[in-house]
C-alpha cells in the first residue's frame, strides 16, 4: 500500500500554485485520525501522511475508533487521506486472531505382533558334562608332600593321586602294635593260667573262688586283647589314608589344593569326572519344559564340531526352579558319543517337534526397544481400540538378546505395540500409530 499512497500524495503536491497558495493562508489545522487497538494507535496528520508501518504489522486489532473533525476550511486531500486511513485500518482489523486449535494425537511408531514360528524358538543353550562327577579328598588330616596326577590327566582305579605326611601316624601305627603285642602275651599267660587252674579245680585242689578269679583274669586279657587288635587296625587304616586313591577311572577335572598345604579330612584336593554316560545339561524356561518328559529325545549339535549331530535322550528334569535363576535344569543323556566330545564344550539343544510346538506357541520375538518396566516387572505399551488408547500391560521375558528380547506371557496375536518412545506416553493417553519406515527403527 505504501507505493500507492505516495503516489496519491505526490499528485496531490503536483496541484494548482493557487491551491497551495490557499493552503499556506490558511491556519494550520490539525485533522487527526485515532485508532485504537490492543498494542497500537495511529494518528493521520492533515498533510494526509498514511499509517505507519508500526499500524500496519498489527494483525491482531480488536477495536478501530476514527475522529477526523470536519471543519469549514478542510481540503478535499485531507478528506480523501482520512478516508483510506479508515479503509486501510478496517482491512487491518480484518486480521484478527484467529481461535487456537487443540493439538492432535501423538505420532508413535507401533507394529503388530505375531507368534513365533520355526525350530529357532525351540534351540537352548547347554553343556556338556560327565553323569557322575565327585570330588576327592584325604580322610585324615595332614601335609601334602606329594601331587602325582595333574588337571587333566586320566586316571584307573586304585592309581595314587597324592600323598600326606605319614609321620605321625607312623608313629601311632606303632604304638597301636605295641599295644596289641602287650595285649597279647598278657591273653597268652591268662590262658595258660586259666588252664592249670581248671586241672586243679577238677581235682579240687584249689579253692571255688580261686578259679573264679582265674577266670576273670582270662576274659580280661582277651577283651584288652581284642581291642589293641581293633586300635592297631585303625591306626595302620589312618596310615594308608594319608595315600589319596582314585575309586573309579575318569578324568581330574579340577585342582583344589597344592604341594605343601595343610588339608582338613574331607576337604576337597581334586574333583574327578567319571568315564563313562556324558549328559548335556541345560537351564529351561517355564514354557520350554509344559511339553518335556523324562525319555523324550532330542537333537544335539556342538559348536566346537560343526556338521556333527547327536542324539540325547532326557533322563532327569529338575522336580523345581531354581530360586534365583527361575529356570529348570534338564539332564539328557549323550547317545553314541565320540572321542572328540570333551567335558564342557557348550551344545544346542533342539527339542523335538512335539515339544517345540507347545515352546513356541505363545513366544513373541520383539524389538528391545519397546521394552518398559512396571515398577520392577517388565511390561509393554499396548494401543488399544479404535481410539488408539494406550494401556501399560505387564509381560514375562524369557530371553534378551542384542537388539530383541522374547515374550512368553502377556502378549496376544494380533496386538499393537509401540517400539519406540516408550518413556514419553503415559497410560490413556490417545495417539497416532505409525508404523515403522526404516530398519534403524528396529534398533536397541
Not at 221 to 236: G, I, P, T
Not at 314 to 325: F, G, K, N, W
Amino acid at each position: 500500500m505504501r507505493p500507492a499512497l505516495r503516489a496519491l500524495f505526490l499528485r496531490a503536491r503536483t496541484g494548482s500554485a493557487a491551491a497551495r497558495q490557499a493552503r499556506r493562508e490558511r491556519p494550520a489545522r490539525t485533522g487527526s485520525a485515532r485508532v485504537r487497538s490492543r498494542h497500537v494507535e495511529v494518528h493521520v496528520n492533515r498533510r494526509g501522511r498514511g499509517a505507519s508501518s508500526r499500524m500496519r504489522s498489527q494483525c491482531k486489532s480488536q477495536a478501530i475508533v476514527v475522529n477526523a473533525p470536519r471543519k469549514a476550511g478542510a481540503s478535499s486531500l485531507q478528506r480523501f487521506m482520512s478516508a483510506f486511513a479508515l479503509c486501510a485500518l478496517a482491512g487491518l482489523g480484518a486480521c484478527g486472531k484467529h481461535e487456537e486449535t487443540a493439538p492432535g494425537p501423538r505420532p508413535v511408531v507401533s507394529m503388530t505382533v505375531h507368534p513365533d514360528q520355526g525350530a529357532p524358538a525351540t534351540t537352548w543353550p547347554g553343556g556338556v558334562q560327565a553323569r557322575n562327577s565327585t570330588p576327592l579328598s584325604f580322610r585324615v588330616n595332614g601335609k601334602i608332600i606329594e601331587r602325582v596326577v595333574r588337571l587333566g590327566d586320566a586316571v584307573k582305579p586304585g592309581q595314587v593321586l597324592a600323598r600326606l605326611d605319614p609321620a605321625d601316624y607312623d608313629k601311632n601305627a606303632a604304638s597301636a602294635q605295641a599295644q596289641y603285642d602287650a595285649a597279647q602275651h598278657r591273653y597268652v599267660f591268662a590262658k595258660q593260667q586259666l588252664d592249670r587252674d581248671t586241672a586243679q579245680s577238677q581235682a579240687n585242689l584249689i579253692a571255688r573262688a580261686q578259679f573264679e578269679q582265674t577266670q576273670d583274669a582270662y576274659a580280661s586279657a582277651l577283651a584288652q586283647r581284642d581291642q589293641a587288635k581293633q586300635q592297631l587296625a585303625l591306626s595302620q587304616d589312618q596310615r594308608r589314608y594319608t595315600q589319596l586313591v582314585a575309586d573309579h577311572a575318569g578324568v581330574i577335572t579340577a585342582e583344589n589344593a597344592d604341594t605343601g598345604q595343610n588339608v582338613q579330612a574331607g576337604q576337597a584336593v581334586y574333583q574327578l569326572a567319571w568315564s563313562g554316560d556324558v549328559d548335556v545339561v541345560s537351564d529351561l524356561p517355564e514354557n520350554a519344559i509344559a511339553g518335556l518328559h523324562t525319555g523324550d529325545i532330542a537333537q544335539v549339535t556342538l559348536p566346537a564340531l560343526p556338521g556333527r549331530h547327536y542324539t540325547a535322550k532326557v533322563r532327569e528334569l529338575a522336580a523345581a526352579a531354581d530360586p534365583q535363576s527361575r529356570t529348570w535344569r534338564v539332564k539328557l543323556t549323550l547317545e553314541h558319543p565320540d572321542a572328540d566330545v570333551r567335558l564342557g564344550m557348550t551344545a544346542n539343544i533342539a527339542l523335538s517337534s512335539s515339544t517345540a510346538k507347545t515352546a513356541a506357541a505363545s513366544a513373541f520375538t520383539i524389538p528391545a526397544t519397546a521394552l518398559f518396566h512396571d515398577g520392577n516387572a517388565p511390561a509393554l505399551w499396548i494401543v488399544q481400540g479404535s481410539d488408539n488408547v494406550l494401556q501399560l500391560r505387564r509381560v514375562s521375558v524369557s530371553r534378551y538378546d542384542a537388539r530383541t528380547i522374547t515374550v512368553t506371557d502377556g502378549l496376544k496375536d494380533g496386538d499393537r505395540i509401540v517400539l519406540q518412545g516408550v518413556h514419553t506416553v503415559s497410560v490413556g493417553e490417545k495417539v497416532k500409530p505409525i508404523a515403522p519406515l526404516h530398519p534403524e527403527d528396529f534398533a536397541s
